[in-house]
């Protein structure tokens, strides 16, 4: 049936049916539902690519399946006339089906995948992502994930960027000190990046443009469903900007790219998921942070001016403000306090308390941040200075600014957030494959 | 000079000048070499996509450069009037040039990146990489590496494969046991991902085809030219093939891909790099371990038979007998013994001590190891029984087998490896960006 060093030649996938209206076909793949109605007995075969229907009213035809009764996730090869079809899903199906069984299942599933909705607790769901994750919405929303990195790199490809990787095993706990995990490091100590902040900056002195796709690794210790210990994180950095606008106007490009990809390449995950594509204006609205404290006040009457930081809720007033004002689901918060922003923060060169970065919130969420850089070797020791933070951990780091930068930003799309909010979702873990948490490792 | 929220619209970049030719541009970048000859004056500046160089009699042109005298790797934005020129490198220069200084660099690099090759101890080369990696030549290097995992994905995105991110903090120190690095996850034991294998084939049951390109970490305690403690892996794992040669034939076509597309983009970069693109036949020469143990006792008089595995100095044996026999820089060796081999592995299912498996050679060193995997549950409980490893640590991998595995299998190409090897490199810290060995954790 196959020949040395090919894949099975005769086999077509689920997708591809429409191609062979007449013929017969094979397909191979898992047994999602088995109905044994009497008259008609219908069977649905998934595969990597969709599902595919095969029915026949001779129940005998089924009987690999029957005899002994096989459970659902069994793996098939199943033949069958292509014949298009009203009733059917997507149009086509298969007659006169036969089936060989590849591999055969003979316990039921732990979660129930086979039907639309997939009914199970959240933890129930997380343990048994293995299986779940077979599911077409699960499998969905992770084609969708695909779907938006593909679009980030092309996009950025095309713009002149390079994709670097930069590793993920550090020295010293960087960034912000606390929330790091600590790794023994052949007996010395080091740690797992949260974030490839520095490299990437570094890397400007290289490349001028770059940009990276990764896991990033946060060791904040809040069980909430808006904490994952570990995540995509969608990473660019570039050189010779203006200040922190350029960046934005970078980054409005890259999601448009990434939406217009997913609408383009995913209309079918994403009308089974029931999303709407988000409205990115070609213009996103923008507001100061201190003016977006004084419309909190004015709107909401709670005053939150001095505070260094939005909360949450400072973000979804803001966030339904921008849907009423502009009809837009994105809004750039500018000009944080540089108290509240890293050390390697630009600031507003006329308000130097206050910083030349933002953050973007979708839906009222912030889902990037971002900003301008110091690019000066001089303001970096100051900085350090001023946030009393030792020079000699960053040696390497400040080698890039001792010779030569030029003005940079970049900013950090979270992968696993970006799909949340696309989805409307309520639990970061549910757009993650494998989500690692405060309590989970597994699986 | 720039407008709100766009990059400097009228800056282009040095790989462009030749569109410009009787044009005044402007460019920006670093300062690569300035030589003052007193009649004669020459600037070479470097930006993201390459050098430029600019001309004048007149030094006084020069003057921001000079007075102060600055170093190189200063930063500049640098206008001049395109001339086609034979004698220019590339065949354009620039003439009556301005200069304006946006970073001023005043010390001295700490490794000269100036001249065709970088003359360094590899100590002192790697502790600088943040400079050392703006040298040409290693800019090459990376951009080849860029290259080298756009066009894998590329090609895998053709054949249907879906792209994953998996977990790099895994629960348990799962493949092989030793040589992991050991976290502390919230006060509990956790692990570094020696590889995505089991997350992989995990994934193998929900889109059938997928690839991952990610860090792996790897904590042997070898401090030799050939290791590295992290590197890139580019995973692939697919289902329903025949065995071990479906995969191999698909590795075949993957590396096609990568070295065609590496000929396409990066002519400038090989030739920089003296790199030839390696012989890689339709159809890959292939010989049975225990022939190629044969082959060993006959061409070289050593007797290895009986040897669970293959030594480098066999591997290179190998690669010099398919080199005169094929004229292959390409051998696949197939069917180690099971007992070296991990647990996972698929037997030869005439052959039970011996595996569906494979190692690809490039230039006789191994590249690239892959094979077929069990597939069925009751297997793996007899694999790990036979094994005496505790089944409990694997529920959640276990659980993918039990509910409906095909045939399935892969491989993994280390990223800087296939660099190493490609240009003739005799370490591997030298094709990775920021190494991390026993003894380095920075930059």
């Known amino acids: ?50 599902t595919v229907q095969a029915v026949t009213e001779d129940e005998a035809n089924l009987a690999p399946l029957v005899e002994p009764a096989l459970q659902p996730e069994t793996v098939i090869t199943l033949e069958g006339v292509v014949v298009a079809s009203d009733q059917a899903p997507g149009g086509f199906e298969l007659h ?84 790091v995990f600590a790794i023994d490091y052949f007996g010395r100590p080091a740690y797992l990046a949260q974030s490839p902040q520095f490299y990437k900056q570094i890397m400007v002195g290289v490349f001028e443009s770059v940009y990276e796709v990764g896991p990033v690794f946060r060791a904040e210790p ?3 469903a808006r904490h994952i210990n570990e ?21 409005r490009d890259v999601l448009t790219a990434i939406f217009s990809a997913m609408e383009e390449t995913c209309a079918g995950e994403l009308a089974m998921l029931n999303a709407h594509m988000p409205v990115l204006p070609d213009t996103v609205p923008m507001i100061d942070f201190t003016a977006a404290q004084a ?48 050390f390697y923060t630009h600031p507003d060169p006329e308000r130097p308390l206050y910083s030349n970065s933002f953050d973007l919130l979708f839906g009222g969420v912030e ?4 900003g301008q850089r110091l690019h000066r070797y001089a303001d970096y020791l100051a900085a350090l200075k001023r946030a009393d933070m030792p020079v000699e951990p960053f040696a390497s780091y400040l080698e890039a600014f ?42």
């Open 1 to 50: 049936m196959q020949t040395h060093m090919t894949q099975n030649a005769s086999r077509i996938h689920s997708n591809e049916i429409a191609a062979y209206v007449g013929e017969r076909v094979q397909v191979q793949g898992w047994v999602h539902t088995l109905r044994l109605l009497g008259g008609v007995n219908f069977l649905v075969l998934r595969d990597g690519r969709g």
């Open 96 to 179: 006169q089906p036969t089936i060989e069984v590849i591999t055969p299942v003979t316990e039921p599933l732990p979660v129930l995948i086979s039907k639309k909705e997939i009914k199970a607790s959240l933890t129930n769901l997380l343990d048994h992502a293995v299986t779940v994750n077979r599911h077409p919405r699960r499998q969905a929303i992770f084609r969708l994930a695909a779907a938006a990195i593909g679009a980030f790199r092309a996009h950025l490809n095309q713009r002149g960027f390079i994709e670097i990787q930069t590793p993920k095993i550090v020295a010293s706990a960087t960034e912000g000190g606390a929330n």
């Open 222 to 224: 809040h069980d909430t």
């Open 231 to 251: 995540y995509v994180s969608l990473d660019v950095e570039f050189g010779f900007i203006r200040d922190h606008f350029t960046v934005m106007a970078v980054l």
């Open 295 to 342: 419309l909190i006040l004015e709107r909401h009457g709670v005053d939150v001016r001095g505070e260094p930081d939005l909360s949450p809720q400072d973000e979804r007033w803001l966030g339904e403000w921008a849907s009423a004002k502009y009809g837009s689901d994105f809004l750039f918060v500018v000009g944080y306090p540089m108290s509240k922003r890293p």
């Open 367 to 370: 889902l990037v941040t971002g």
């Open 402 to 443: 001792r010779y030569g930068m030029p003005p940079h930003g970049g900013f950090a799309i979270g992968l696993e957030r970006l799909l949340m909010q696309l989805l409307g979702g309520t639990n970061l873990r549910l757009t993650t494959l494998f989500p690692r948490d405060m309590g989970r490792l597994t699986p």
